[in-house]
């Protein structure tokens, strides 16, 4: 039996990093050093790092997964991982507060601002956005696809329809589609703050 109020779920790490321009290189390999330390650690399931398009904005999406909340928790607590966080600060001008999204909340691109803050957008605005992205994505799919899937079995061509969807999705499609349409899945990181006008004193 498990201890009580232990979390056994699986837990995705997304962490952005945007790199001083003129050091990718050395960032590459810290890279690589710290994804290796991670793999000694129990309970570890993989990475995935997102590299940049924009090469003046040099900014990456590092995707790590752990079975379950301890393991995740104890990596992060780490001598090791302290370490490796020091040595990141020369070539590292920002980095966003870690978070653990769930399903498809890695789809949704969320203001910078407020990553480190934001709210998951409400569950029925995320089946909205996912009717309205995924089924034009599969007509098209089935328009540009099907003569080239012609004669190929029935399983294998919907993995290749299934990679072609999936592959738009993460980009470009859902990045743009949740820019224009943040003032409505995050209403709270639309809204400017007012600022309180100080009192005059008696």
Known sequence: MQPFGQKTAPITLVISEVVEP?????????TRGINQAAQQF????????IRPRDHQYP???????????????????????????????????????????????LWFTLPKSKIGSREEPPYYKQVIIGVITVYPLILLA??????FLQGLP????????????????????MPYLTKILAFWLYPSSSKPTKKKRALPKK
């Open 59 to 105: 900014e990456y999406v590092v995707i790590v997964k752990f079975d379950n909340y301890a393991h995740c928790k104890s990596w992060l607590a780490s001598p090791i991982y302290h370490q490796w966080m020091e040595r990141s600060q020369e070539f590292i001008s920002t980095r966003s507060q870690q978070h653990q999204p769930n399903g498809l909340e």
């Open 154 to 173: 029935t399983l294998l061509g919907l993995l290749i329809s299934v990679v072609f969807v999936s592959a738009l999705l993460t980009y470009p499609v």
């Open 42 to 49: 129990e309970g570890f399931v993989g990475v995935e790092v």
């Open 142 to 147: 089935n328009l540009l696809l099907t003569p």
């Open 22 to 30: 003129n050091l990718i290189e050395e960032y590459e390999a810290w």
